[in-house]
């Protein structure tokens, strides 16, 4: 602990006494403009949370159908296994950024009658596409865990396969995937910020107009400020899952 102040000490000192940084602490740490842009960011900051907890909903429905998908025996299910491939394969190749703005710009310029042109729900659904291919990874990695065994022993007490998935597997399987389910959550989070590139005033928007109206970048500071706080306790909170579900582990192994 002590080296750590000492090193970050050092640090501060060598970034206050540069020759520029008057100039970055009147650009970026101004307190005046901090207190005036600080509110307004944050009455729009209910929209990203608003955007992140419904596309969260949508990712962990859907990216279970996919890993359910991905993890069907059988050459009957061939097709729905390369379906599922190929789809955690596109979207986790392509960046976030350029899914919003495909959706977001073009599905609305067709002019396809019955197809909404809010940004949000573009927004939403771009968000949900893309996080369902990484979080489906992550289901399936937890159905994989899951011992042939137990299935095995399943279908011997006379439970059909979609039985055994539904009450044996998928049970276990989530229960232990869900620390890094909530890093997923977290980076949603700060990918709602991307729903800006769409032109709709969430807190990333609103920082910005603030900034281009002011000719200060304190504003930018000001939101990550808020991200941050909403964030550390979130991921100290997966920390002690993570290490609850070690001692859990370690205890079951002694015994």
Known sequence: ???????FAIVGLLIIRSSGWPVVRQSFFD????ALAFPEILSKFGRNVFIFCVAEVLVLTFAL?????????GPVFAPLRLF???????FRGVPTILVIALLGFGMPALELK??????VFWAILALTLVYSAYVAEVYRAGIESIHPSQVASARSLGLTRGQSLRHVVLPQAVRRVVPPLLNDFIGL??????????GYTEALQQARIIQATDFNFTPYVALALIYVCITIPQTRFVDW????ERTKRQGGGEL
């Open 189 to 198: 989070q700060k990918d709602s910020a991307l729903v800006a590139f769409l």
């Open 1 to 7: 602990m002590v080296s750590t102040l000492v090193f």
């Open 65 to 73: 159908l996919l890993a359910v998908l991905r993890s069907l025996p």
């Open 31 to 34: 307190g005046e403009e901090f």
């Open 84 to 90: 599922a491939a190929a789809y955690t394969d596109i």
């Open 114 to 119: 019955g197809l909404p042109n809010s940004d």
């Open 241 to 244: 899952l993570i290490a609850r």
